[in-house]
């Protein structure tokens, strides 16, 4: 099984930028496609960004596009969040996600999991 870590959270004011991290320790990262989803306090979980195992394509929420980008490393085993411009409203735990198959925006298609990194925004 493919295990997830997330890193590259923390503090920032409102129009700064975080990267994210999350590195995976199995051998087939490039069989699984990746996404990125948040919660906030009270919240459900809300799909950000997704990638495919081959890089051919991505996908963003609305309220973060043009904003964030989803990237990925294979030979790293590594996918990345980089988030620019961000807003008070994009404070949440921010999770990496790992899914077989197509590329979907729905979090109960992903069967694996991060633990969460937290970001907050300051106004």
């Known amino acids: 099984q493919v295990q997830l870590v997330e890193s590259g959270g923390g503090l920032v004011q409102a129009g700064g930028s975080l990267r994210l991290s999350c590195a995976t320790s199995g051998r087939t990262f490039s069989s699984y496609a990746m996404g990125w989803f948040r919660q906030a306090p009270g919240k459900g979980r809300e799909f950000v960004a997704a990638?495919?195992?081959?890089?051919?394509?991505?996908l963003y929420a609305n309220s973060v596009k043009d904003r964030f980008t989803i990237s990925r490393d294979n030979a790293k085993n590594t996918v990345f969040l980089q988030m620019n411009s961000l807003k008070p409203e994009d404070t949440a735990v921010y999770y990496c996600a790992a899914k077989t198959g197509g590329l979907t925006i729905r979090w109960y298609d992903y069967t694996l999991w991060g633990q969460g990194t937290q970001v907050t925004v300051s106004s």
């Open positions: 990638i495919p195992g081959d890089d051919t394509n991505t």
